[in-house]
C-alpha cells in the first residue's frame, strides 16, 4: 500500500485548513501557517506532487499581487461506512467530506462480521468504480458498540455479538488497499457534529447518542477524547437501579435498558396489549410488530401513551446528563440518533431534569439541542476519522 500524506507538521495543518473551511488563498494560507513565501511554496509543491492539494481558480484580489485559490485535489475520495443494527451505510466524499454518493441496505449484524465487512467492501467497491477511481485516499468506519482504535476491533458488545476482535480494520485495508480507520459510532458521529453540525461553533460538547445501542461522544478542546482505553464516553450499561429492567449485557437497570429502542419498543408493545394506546395496538395489528418509529409517530400524532413512554426514557437520560454536564462542563450537549418525530417530546423531557437538576454553574448558558445532520452525522464523521489520520504527520 502506497501511504500518501504530509511530511511535516506545517503539511498537515495546510491540509486541515483546506478540509475544514475549503479553498483559500495562498497569501491567506501562509499567513495563517505562519510561513514565509519561499517556504510556504516548497510545501505546496511536496503536497501538489502527492497529487493532495491544487490549485482552484484565482482569489478576489487584496491590492497589489494576484494570489490563487488553493484546494484540497480533487482526487482525495475519502471512504466511510457505518454499521447499525439493521443497516449498513457507506459513502464517498471528497477532500472537505462533502457526501458524493452513498449506497446504502439492510444488514444483520448478527450475520458476523465477515458477511457485514465484506457487504461494506463490495458496496464501496461500487462507489468507486461509479467515481472512476482506481484507490481511496482512506476508509472511516463506524461501528454500533466499543472498539478498541489501535487495534482496529471491536471490544465485547451485546449490539455485535460474535464480532469481539475480529480485525475490521485490517480486513477492509487488505480488500481495498488503503489506510482505515474504526471508531464506535457515537465518536464518530461526535466527529460528523465537529466538522459539518451544530458542534463546529464549539470546543467543548458532548454528543449523545440515542437508538437501539446507546452511546456518547466527548469533543475536549477541539478534539474527540476517547480515554486511556478508547472507552470514554461508554454510559450504555452505567446502572441506573438495583432492580431495573433486564440489559442485553446480563444486567439488570442499565442506561440502556431503560433509553434504549428496545425499551421503547418493549414499553410499547405491553402498552398495546394492556389496552393503553389504541394508535399503537392499530399499529401492533396492522404491522406484527411495533418499532421505535412507531412509538415516535404516535408520540409526534399525540398519543398520550406513546409519549408517556417517550418521557419516561427521556427522564432517566435526563438524568445521566445531570451527572454528565456538572463534571464535564460542556458548552453544548447534542442529542442525535433519535427516531425521526420522537425529537420535542424528548427534548423537552430532558431539558427539564438537566436545568431543574444543575448546577447553575454547569448549565447556566448550555444549550440542549438536536442534531441537524440525521443519518449524515455518521458517514461525515467517519471521514473525518479517516481523514485526522491520513492529513497528519509522518
Ligand atoms: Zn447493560
Same mark, same amino acid.
Given at each position: 500500500?502506497?501511504?500518501?500524506?504530509?511530511?511535516?507538521?506545517?503539511?498537515?495543518?495546510?491540509?486541515?485548513?483546506?478540509?475544514?473551511?475549503?479553498?483559500?488563498?495562498?497569501?491567506?494560507?501562509?499567513?495563517?501557517?505562519?510561513?514565509?513565501?519561499?517556504?510556504?511554496?516548497?510545501?505546496?509543491?511536496?503536497?501538489?506532487?502527492?497529487?493532495? =492539494?491544487?490549485?482552484?481558480?484565482?482569489?478576489?484580489?487584496?491590492?497589489? %499581487?494576484?494570489?490563487?485559490?488553493?484546494?484540497?485535489? #480533487?482526487?482525495?475520495?475519502?471512504?466511510?461506512?457505518?454499521?447499525?443494527?439493521? &443497516?449498513? @451505510?457507506?459513502?464517498?466524499?471528497?477532500?472537505?467530506?462533502?457526501?458524493?454518493?452513498?449506497?446504502?441496505?439492510?444488514?444483520?449484524?448478527?450475520? $458476523?462480521?465477515? +458477511?457485514?465487512?465484506?457487504?461494506?467492501?463490495?458496496?464501496?467497491?461500487?462507489?468507486?468504480?461509479?467515481?472512476?477511481?482506481?484507490?481511496?485516499?482512506?476508509?472511516?468506519?463506524?461501528?454500533?458498540?466499543?472498539?478498541?482504535?489501535?487495534?482496529?476491533?471491536?471490544?465485547?458488545?451485546?449490539?455485535?455479538? $460474535?464480532?469481539?476482535?475480529?480485525?475490521?480494520?485490517?480486513?477492509?485495508?487488505?480488500?481495498?488497499?488503503?489506510? =482505515? &480507520? *474504526?471508531?464506535? @459510532?457515537?465518536?464518530?458521529?461526535?466527529?460528523?457534529?465537529?466538522?459539518?453540525?451544530?458542534? %463546529?461553533?464549539?470546543?467543548?460538547?458532548?454528543?449523545?447518542?440515542? $437508538?437501539?445501542?446507546?452511546?456518547?461522544?466527548?469533543?475536549?478542546?477541539?478534539?474527540?477524547?476517547?480515554?486511556?482505553?478508547?472507552?470514554?464516553?461508554?454510559?450504555?450499561?452505567?446502572?441506573?437501579?438495583?432492580?431495573?429492567?433486564?440489559? @442485553?449485557?446480563?444486567?439488570?437497570?442499565?442506561?440502556?435498558?431503560?433509553?434504549?429502542?428496545?425499551?421503547?419498543?418493549?414499553?410499547?408493545?405491553?402498552?398495546?396489549?394492556?389496552?393503553?394506546?389504541?394508535?399503537?395496538?392499530?399499529?401492533?395489528?396492522?404491522?406484527?410488530?411495533?418499532?421505535?418509529?412507531?412509538?415516535?409517530? +404516535?408520540?409526534?400524532?399525540?398519543?398520550?401513551?406513546?409519549?408517556?413512554? *417517550?418521557?419516561?426514557?427521556?427522564?432517566?437520560?435526563?438524568?445521566?446528563?445531570?451527572?454528565?454536564?456538572?463534571?464535564?462542563?460542556?458548552?453544548?450537549?447534542?442529542?442525535?440518533?433519535?427516531?425521526?418525530?420522537?425529537?420535542?417530546?424528548?427534548?423537552?423531557?430532558?431539558?427539564?431534569? *438537566?436545568?431543574?437538576?444543575?448546577?447553575?454553574?454547569?448549565?447556566?448558558?448550555?444549550?440542549?439541542?438536536?442534531?441537524?445532520? @440525521?443519518? %449524515?452525522? +455518521?458517514?461525515? #464523521?467517519?471521514?473525518?476519522?479517516?481523514?485526522?489520520? =491520513?492529513?497528519?504527520?509522518?
Amino acid at each position: 500500500m502506497t501511504l500518501i500524506g504530509p511530511e511535516n507538521p506545517d503539511q498537515a495543518r495546510l491540509l486541515r485548513l483546506l478540509r475544514d473551511d475549503g479553498p483559500r488563498s495562498r497569501v491567506e494560507l501562509a499567513d495563517a501557517l505562519g510561513l514565509n513565501r519561499t517556504r510556504f511554496i516548497a510545501e505546496v509543491d511536496r503536497l501538489t506532487a502527492q497529487g493532495l =492539494v491544487e490549485t482552484a481558480g484565482p482569489a478576489a484580489s487584496r491590492g497589489g %499581487r494576484r494570489s490563487s485559490l488553493l484546494r484540497i485535489a #480533487g482526487q482525495v475520495r475519502f471512504g466511510a461506512v457505518t454499521v447499525r443494527a439493521g &443497516q449498513l @451505510d457507506v459513502a464517498l466524499t471528497d477532500g472537505e467530506l462533502a457526501v458524493l454518493s452513498r449506497l446504502g441496505e439492510p444488514v444483520d449484524v448478527r450475520s $458476523g462480521p465477515e +458477511a457485514v465487512v465484506g457487504r461494506a467492501v463490495d458496496l464501496l467497491g461500487k462507489l468507486r468504480a461509479e467515481a472512476g477511481l482506481s484507490r481511496l485516499t482512506g476508509v472511516g468506519v463506524a461501528l454500533p458498540g466499543p472498539v478498541a482504535v489501535r487495534e482496529g476491533a471491536p471490544l465485547p458488545a451485546p449490539a455485535l455479538p $460474535g464480532w469481539h476482535h475480529f480485525p475490521v480494520r485490517d480486513a477492509i485495508a487488505a480488500e481495498l488497499g488503503c489506510p =482505515v &480507520q *474504526v471508531d464506535n @459510532d457515537a465518536n464518530v458521529m461526535a466527529l460528523g457534529e465537529l466538522h459539518a453540525g451544530t458542534g %463546529r461553533a464549539f470546543d467543548d460538547f458532548l454528543y449523545v447518542k440515542l $437508538g437501539s445501542a446507546i452511546g456518547c461522544g466527548l469533543v475536549l478542546g477541539g478534539t474527540l477524547y476517547r480515554g486511556a482505553t478508547s472507552g470514554a464516553g461508554d454510559i450504555a450499561h452505567l446502572r441506573l437501579t438495583d432492580d431495573g429492567p433486564l440489559c @442485553d449485557c446480563g444486567n439488570s437497570g442499565c442506561v440502556e435498558a431503560y433509553c434504549g429502542d428496545g425499551a421503547l419498543t418493549r414499553e410499547a408493545l405491553a402498552a398495546a396489549h394492556g389496552g393503553r394506546s389504541t394508535a399503537l395496538a392499530d399499529r401492533l395489528a396492522e404491522a406484527g410488530t411495533l418499532t421505535a418509529a412507531d412509538v415516535a409517530r +404516535a408520540a409526534a400524532a399525540g398519543d398520550p401513551a406513546a409519549q408517556t413512554l *417517550v418521557r419516561d426514557g427521556a427522564r432517566r437520560l435526563g438524568q445521566v446528563l445531570v451527572g454528565l454536564v456538572s463534571f464535564f462542563n460542556p458548552a453544548i450537549v447534542i442529542i442525535g440518533g433519535a427516531a425521526p418525530g420522537i425529537g420535542p417530546v424528548l427534548l423537552a423531557e430532558i431539558r427539564g431534569v *438537566v436545568y431543574r437538576r444543575s448546577t447553575p454553574l454547569a448549565t447556566g448558558s448550555m444549550p440542549i439541542v438536536l442534531s441537524d445532520l @440525521d443519518d %449524515r452525522a +455518521a458517514l461525515v #464523521g467517519a471521514a473525518r476519522l479517516i481523514s485526522d489520520q =491520513v492529513f497528519a504527520a509522518r
